[in-house]
C-alpha cells in the first residue's frame, strides 16, 4: 500500500539545522512531488513548501524560503526537508504529503491524499 | 494570498447530531481546489473531501462536502462517537501554493 515513512523525533538547539526524512513505497516515486506541512503544538496547519523528484524542482512558502531546503534521493524514494537557523517557534510536528492531481472531464483536481505520521522536532536551549 | 476562515471555532454536539462546518474563503476559490481534512489527536490529518464535495476513498457516505465560490461547508449528517476531531479546509492555489483554515474542533457534549 501507499506509505510515507518518517524519520524520528530530534531536538535542536537554537540555531542549529534539523534534516528530517520521508520514505516512500507502494507507488513510482517520481510520478509524484512532496509537500511539507508543519503543526506547531495546538496550532493549525502550515503548507511549507512542495517538491518535484522528477526534476528537483522547489515551491518554498515566502516566510520558509531564506531556511529551508527540499531535496530527493530517487534510488531511495526519500524525500528531505532541512530547517536552518532554528528558532523556538519552529518546534512543531513535521509531516510529508504527497498531492495528488486527479483530471476528469476537463477538471483537474488538487488535494493531499497520503500523509506521513509526522515528526516532532523540539527547539529548545 | 487567498486566507480560509472556519467557523465555528468549537462545535459542542451529540452522537447521532448533525454537524455543519463552515470554511469561508477571502476570494473565489475553485471548488476543484477546495479539499477538507480529519486530524484526531496524535494523528497526521486524513483526507475526507476533495473537489469541494466528492468523498476520498474509505470515507463513510455520513461525510458530505457542498458549497462554491467563498463559502464551502462539511456536513456529517449524523455524528459518531469517532468523528470527535478536528477539521481543517485546505485550498490550493499560486502563492502559497495551498492554505489551510484555523480548524474546527468538533467535541462531545
Known amino acids: 500500500q501507499v506509505q510515507l515513512v518518517q524519520s524520528e523525533a530530534q531536538v535542536k538547539k537554537p540555531g542549529a539545522s534539523v534534516k528530517v526524512s520521508c520514505k516512500a513505497s507502494?507507488?513510482?516515486?517520481?510520478?509524484?512531488?512532496i509537500n511539507w506541512v508543519r503543526q506547531a503544538p495546538g496550532q493549525g496547519l502550515e503548507w511549507m513548501g512542495w517538491?518535484?523528484?522528477?526534476?528537483?524542482?522547489?515551491n518554498y512558502a515566502q516566510n520558509l524560503q531564506a531556511r529551508v531546503t527540499m531535496t530527493t534521493d530517487t534510488s531511495t524514494s526519500t524525500a528531505y526537508m532541512e530547517v536552518r537557523s532554528l528558532r523556538s517557534d519552529d518546534t512543531a510536528v513535521y509531516y510529508c504529503?504527497?498531492?495528488?492531481?486527479?483530471?476528469?472531464?476537463?477538471?483537474?483536481?488538487?488535494?493531499?491524499?497520503?500523509w506521513g505520521e509526522g515528526t516532532t522536532v523540539t527547539v529548545s536551549s | 494570498e487567498i486566507v480560509l476562515t472556519q467557523s465555528p471555532g468549537t462545535l459542542s454536539l451529540s452522537p447521532g447530531e448533525r454537524a455543519t462546518l463552515s470554511c469561508r474563503a477571502s476570494?473565489?476559490?475553485?471548488?476543484?481546489?477546495l479539499a477538507w481534512y480529519q486530524q484526531k489527536p496524535g494523528q497526521a490529518p486524513r483526507l475526507l473531501i476533495y473537489?469541494?464535495?466528492s468523498r476520498a476513498t474509505g470515507i463513510p457516505d455520513r461525510f458530505s462536502g457542498s458549497g462554491s465560490g467563498t463559502d464551502f461547508t462539511l456536513t456529517i449528517s449524523r455524528l459518531e462517537p469517532e468523528d470527535f476531531a478536528v477539521y481543517f479546509c485546505?485550498?490550493?492555489?499560486?502563492?502559497?501554493?495551498?492554505?489551510f483554515g484555523q480548524g474546527t474542533k468538533l467535541e462531545i457534549k
Open positions: 485546505q485550498q490550493y492555489g499560486s502563492s502559497p501554493l495551498y492554505t
Open positions: 504529503a504527497r498531492p495528488q492531481q486527479y483530471c476528469s472531464g476537463g477538471t483537474c483536481y488538487y488535494y493531499m491524499d497520503v
Open positions: 473537489g469541494a464535495s
Open positions: 517538491i518535484s523528484p522528477y526534476n528537483g524542482h522547489t
Open positions: 476570494q473565489s476559490v475553485s471548488s476543484s481546489y
Open positions: 507502494g507507488y513510482r516515486f517520481t510520478n509524484h512531488g
